[in-house]
């Protein structure tokens, strides 16, 4: 079955608003990411995140190994933030990999 | 920033025809990762590397093969491709464990 699990699958926020999404995960990993990918584009990393909470700027991840979850809250949210936002576990041992989630699609309106 | 570049950025293919897909990137990265990205799936792993001349399965490298004949460049070959292989792929590589990703734009190759 489907080993990382983000929800919700898409959120329309109006500019301002905050949000939280979630990524849950039924194995163990070495560390979990989180991506943004503009609509028709690359992904790039917002955070590398193996437990505890991280900052940058308005993003904010928390990463719970015991709960297998970790979150992504996006305050005073803008126009700009629109896209896709992946959750990424890294699992591995001599090696590493990673398997993704299914992605949040964010849209966030004037 | 590193820089992960991905060759050709578009592709249209004929059924059973022959397709590769290339990745080069210029930051001496131990770890190379080919992935497919379709609706409703997000991005599945096909094929990784850890190094030059070695490649592994992913988790859906059916009808697939890999070739990493350098640490610079990790090519994802479809020796039968099948319009089931339309999708949007993309290369990514980094150092190893607990350091992140860095992406290529994507190829997006339709089969026809």
């Known amino acids: 079955g489907q080993q990382v699990q983000q929800s919700p699958a898409s959120l329309v926020l109006q500019e301002g608003e905050n949000a939280e999404l979630q990524c849950n995960f039924s194995?163990?990993?070495?560390?979990m990411q989180w991506f943004y990918q503009r609509p028709g584009g690359s992904l790039v990393s917002l955070f590398y995140?193996?437990?505890g909470t991280k900052h940058s700027g308005r993003l904010t991840s928390t990463t719970v190994i015991k709960e297998r979850r970790s979150s992504l809250h996006i305050s005073s949210s803008q126009t700009t933030d629109s896209g896709t936002y992946l959750c990424?576990?890294?699992?591995?041992?001599?090696?590493?990999?990673?398997?993704f989630g299914t992605g949040t699609k964010l849209q966030v309106v004037p | 920033e590193a820089a992960v570049t991905q060759s050709p950025r578009n592709k249209v293919a004929v059924t059973g025809g022959k397709v590769t897909l290339s990745c080069n990137q210029t930051?001496?990265?131990?770890?190379m990762y080919w992935y497919r990205q379709d609706t409703g799936h997000g991005l599945r792993l096909i094929h990784y590397?850890?190094?030059?001349?070695?490649?592994e399965k992913g988790d859906i490298p059916d009808g697939y093969k890999a070739s990493r004949p350098s640490q610079e460049n990790f090519s994802l070959i479809l020796e039968l491709a099948t319009p089931s292989q339309t999708s949007v792929y993309f290369c990514?590589?980094?150092?190893?464990?607990?350091?992140?990703?860095?992406f290529g734009a994507g190829t997006r190759l339709s089969v026809l």
């Open positions: 930051n001496n990265h131990n770890n």
């Open positions: 990514a590589s980094g150092l190893g464990s607990q350091n992140t990703l860095y």
């Open positions: 194995t163990s990993l070495n560390s």
């Open positions: 990424a576990l890294e699992r591995g041992n001599s090696g590493t990999y990673q398997r």
């Open positions: 995140n193996p437990s």
């Open positions: 590397s850890y190094g030059a001349g070695s490649t």
